[in-house]
């Protein structure tokens, strides 16, 4: 939920852990844990609270951006769709956009596009959504834009309305360039 510092300030108390020692306190845990299921709670966690602008400039200092960036590589899905979520929420604050976008974040995320999990592939579009500009419109490949007009069809109704949405606002022109380039 949206709030401001004097309302978190607040709420916390005179003696209450404030939000940036809690956040690092979480990033710790996540780092130094050796269980798969605080990981993946930690994980949740961190993505939740990345949906709040209060905590970006937090979020920003303890680097937790590029934790959900890392963590988009790693096996264990649930962790893969906890990352992507995290960058879903943050990717609509300009700096954090733009800090996905010069680490790599497209690549990354359209990696995930293959994944069967729904829950990942909402959060990545949604994600591409907001994370495409003129100057990163160039990294979406024709194997994304195939990938994401085959979700068009999907059975999921979520899906399909984010693919579609995606595909009306930002590859239309694209698509009609790589399609005259092929001809």
């Known amino acids: 939920m949206f709030t401001s510092k004097e309302k978190l300030i607040k709420r916390t108390g005179k003696n209450a852990i404030g939000r940036y020692d809690f956040l690092k306190l979480l990033v710790t845990e996540f780092k130094t844990t050796k269980s798969k299921e605080a990981r993946e709670q930690v994980l949740a966690n961190l993505a939740n609270f990345s949906y709040d602008p209060i905590n970006y400039g937090y979020i920003r200092q303890l680097k937790i951006i590029d934790l959900f960036l890392h963590t988009l590589s790693e096996d264990n899905i649930k962790l893969v769709r906890f990352a992507a979520g995290g960058i879903c929420n943050l990717c609509t604050d300009p700096i954090n956009k733009l800090y996905i976008l010069r680490?790599?974040?497209?690549?990354?995320?359209?990696?995930?596009?293959?994944?069967?999990?729904?829950?990942?592939?909402?959060?990545?579009?949604?994600?591409?959504?907001?994370?495409?500009?003129?100057?990163?419109?160039?990294?979406?490949?024709?194997?994304?834009?195939?990938?994401?007009?085959?979700?068009?069809?999907?059975?999921?109704?979520?899906?399909?309305?984010?693919?579609?949405v995606f595909l009306n606002n930002h590859c239309k022109a694209n698509v009609e360039d790589q399609s005259t380039k092929n001809i």
């Open 103 to 164: 680490n790599h974040g497209i690549q990354l995320l359209t990696s995930l596009l293959c994944l069967q999990d729904e829950d990942t592939i909402l959060s990545v579009i949604t994600s591409l959504i907001f994370l495409i500009t003129p100057e990163s419109k160039s990294q979406i490949t024709v194997e994304t834009f195939e990938t994401i007009s085959d979700f068009v069809k999907h059975e999921n109704n979520r899906i399909q309305n984010l693919a579609t």
